[in-house]
């Protein structure tokens, strides 16, 4: 990516809940690389929707809590108003890094798939847990087995979409299960997938705030019961 | 018998119920009505039930009534869960557009800082 005029029809979608401390700098890390920058405040009970205005987002609020997988859903369904030709979604603790983004951009240019997928297996993990990383290695077997689509991580949040992908998924579930229900409906939609290494910096905030693995294993939990509800 | 008046009591408060819901959906206030006018004549005739309930094979009319009952509850609390669900989704579609509505751009972007309709 380098210069901001190569993407200017790309979208980062960053939802954010009660992360007023990190927001701002993880938003004007991103927006040093990629001008469109959309939060969804998910009803925050901090100042996270002004500090992230403030580093110079657009920023929608939901009026009431929906969950991680609404935010995404919303923040999409407004770049692609916007006329965004690819989205990514990016996770608001500071766990990602911004240079990946032009990782997941070359990887699509280069394939044309539909839809990358960040791998912290394919690339780093740095400091992550023993117990988080196997847990996250279970989900993948999980998913493979149940999906039938093969990938090494399956509960990344930085992912890229093309207009057209990000069209046709539909996030319904409203909380954490939207990992898992966004590779079921890239397989059930016939979208190709491939996935691109990225770094996942397990920094201490992003430890403490658990945001994607707050209890490892709720996420196990609620892949069986997203499974059982279809 | 007081317990037979008390019965009847609330089996014509369903009634009524059923009656005014008659506009809203006829299906289920059909539904209640049959319910409750079955249920007021199992009160009246109570020994009517033993000889239904042996029919179908269960032993006492009152079990009957029970395990009927039961499954009334069970066929009324999924509909209320599908309803829930229901609900949960538009719920989200509102607050989503609600959010999207009342996009906000900041001051050095050319926005207002305050609302940005989209």
Same mark, same amino acid.
């Given at each position: ?8 029809d790309?979208?980062v ?19 040093a690389?990629?001008?469109n ?12 929707? =002004?500090?992230a205005l403030?580093?110079?987002a657009?920023v929608?609020?939901h ?9 995404l859903q919303?923040g ?5 108003s ?11 603790d ?5 240079e990946?983004?032009g990782?997941?951009?070359? $990887?699509?240019?280069? $394939?044309?798939?539909d ?8 690339g780093h993990a740095?400091?992550i847990p023993?117990?988080?990383r196997m847990?996250l ?5 999980y998913?493979h ?5 093969k990938?090494t ?8 979409l093309?207009?057209? =992908?990000?069209?046709r ?5 409203a ?9 079921d409906?890239?397989d059930?939609l ?8 990225v ?11 658990g945001?994607?693995?707050?209890n ?9 019961v =997203?499974?059982?509800?279809? | ?7 009847i009591?609330?089996?014509?408060l369903?009634l ?11 299906l ?5 009505? +049959? +319910?409750?006018?079955t249920?007021?004549y /199992?009160?009246l005739?109570p020994?009517?039930t033993?000889? /239904?309930?042996r ?8 079990d /009957?009534?029970?395990?009927?009952? /039961? ?11 599908l309803?829930?669900?229901?609900l949960q989704g ?9 959010a999207l ?8 972007e050319g926005?207002t800082?305050?609302h940005?309709?989209?």
């Amino acid at each position: 990516m380098g210069q901001k005029s190569q993407a200017v029809d790309l979208w980062v979608v960053i939802p954010a809940f009660n992360e007023g401390p990190v927001i701002g700098k993880v938003v004007m890390a991103v927006r040093a690389l990629c001008h469109n920058v959309v939060i969804v405040d998910d009803c925050s009970g901090d100042d996270t929707g =002004a500090q992230a205005l403030e580093a110079g987002a657009t920023v929608l609020r939901h009026p009431i809590n929906l969950g991680q997988g609404a935010a995404l859903q919303t923040g999409i369904r407004y770049a692609l108003s916007r006329g965004a030709g690819y989205i990514v979604t990016f996770d608001a603790d500071g766990q990602h890094r911004p240079e990946d983004i032009g990782v997941l951009l070359d $990887t699509q240019v280069k $394939t044309g798939a539909d839809v990358v997928l960040g791998s912290r297996f394919l690339g780093h993990a740095e400091n992550i847990p023993r117990l988080r990383r196997m847990i996250l290695q279970l989900a993948v077997v999980y998913m493979h087995i149940t999906s039938g689509v093969k990938l090494t991580d399956a509960h990344n949040g930085l992912r890229l979409l093309t207009r057209r =992908a990000a069209e046709r998924i539909r996030i319904t579930q409203a909380r954490m299960a939207h990992a898992s229900e966004i590779i079921d409906q890239i397989d059930a939609l016939g979208l190709t997938v491939v996935e691109a290494p990225v770094t996942i910096v397990y920094t201490e905030y992003s430890l403490r705030k658990g945001q994607k693995l707050g209890n490892a294993f709720n996420i196990l939990i609620e892949l069986f019961v =997203a499974r059982l509800n279809k | 018998m007081i317990i037979q008046v008390l019965l009847i009591g609330g089996l014509l408060l369903c009634l009524l119920y059923a009656f005014m819901q008659n506009q809203k959906s006829r299906l289920l206030s059909k539904a209640i009505s +049959i +319910i409750a006018l079955t249920g007021i004549y /199992l009160v009246l005739f109570p020994e009517h039930t033993n000889g /239904l309930a042996r029919f179908v094979g269960v032993g006492r009319g009152a079990d /009957l009534v029970l395990y009927c009952w /039961l499954v009334i509850s069970l066929i009324v609390s999924m509909h209320l869960q599908l309803q829930i669900l229901q609900l949960q989704g538009l719920i989200t579609e509102l607050a989503r557009e609600m959010a999207l509505q009342g996009a906000r751009r900041s001051l050095d972007e050319g926005g207002t800082g305050t609302h940005l309709g989209t």
